[in-house]
Nanobody, 123 residues
Framework: QVQLLESGGGLVQAGGSLRVSCAPS????????VGWFRQAPGKEHEFVAV????????FYGDSVKGRFTISRDNAKNTVYLQMSRLKPEDTAVYYC????????????????RGQGTQVTVSS
C-alpha cells in the first residue's frame, strides 16, 4: 500500500523561504495529480496547490498564489512545495495528498494522504 511521506518542515522567520517534499513509500506516484493542503489549529484543511501528473498544470489557493510554487520530479518520484515570503498565518501542518476523485480542492476526496509536516513561521 502506498504511503506518502512529507519532509522539510521546520521553523522559519517571516519573509523567509522553505521547501517541503513529498514522496511515496511502497510504490510510486504514477500518472496521478498530487496536491498540498494545510491545517492550522482549530481550522479545516485548506487547499494550497495541486499539480497534474505531467507537471504541466498547476493550481493554487488564493492565499498562497504568487508566493508558493508546486513542482514534481517524476524521475525522483517526488513532489515539492517551495514556499517564499512566508507569513505567520502560513503556520500549519502541511499535508501531501495524491489521486483526487472528483474534486481536487477537497482534501477528503484524495485517495492517499500523508501524516503531515509542521511549518511554523515566526513574526
Amino acid at each position: 500500500q502506498v504511503q506518502l511521506l512529507e519532509s522539510g518542515g521546520g521553523l522559519v522567520q517571516a519573509g523567509g523561504s522553505l521547501r517541503v517534499s513529498c514522496a511515496p513509500s511502497g510504490g510510486s506516484f504514477g500518472n496521478i495529480p498530487v496536491g498540498w493542503f494545510r491545517q492550522a489549529p482549530g481550522k479545516e484543511h485548506e487547499f494550497v496547490a495541486v499539480i497534474s501528473w505531467s507537471g504541466g498544470s498547476t493550481f493554487y489557493g488564493d492565499s498562497v498564489k504568487g508566493r508558493f510554487t508546486i513542482s514534481r520530479d517524476n524521475a525522483k518520484n517526488t513532489v515539492y512545495l517551495q514556499m517564499s515570503r512566508l507569513k505567520p498565518e502560513d503556520t500549519a501542518v502541511y499535508y501531501c495528498a495524491a489521486d483526487p476523485v472528483d474534486d481536487w480542492k477537497d482534501y477528503d476526496k484524495y485517495t492517499y494522504r500523508g501524516q503531515g509536516t509542521q511549518v511554523t513561521v515566526s513574526s
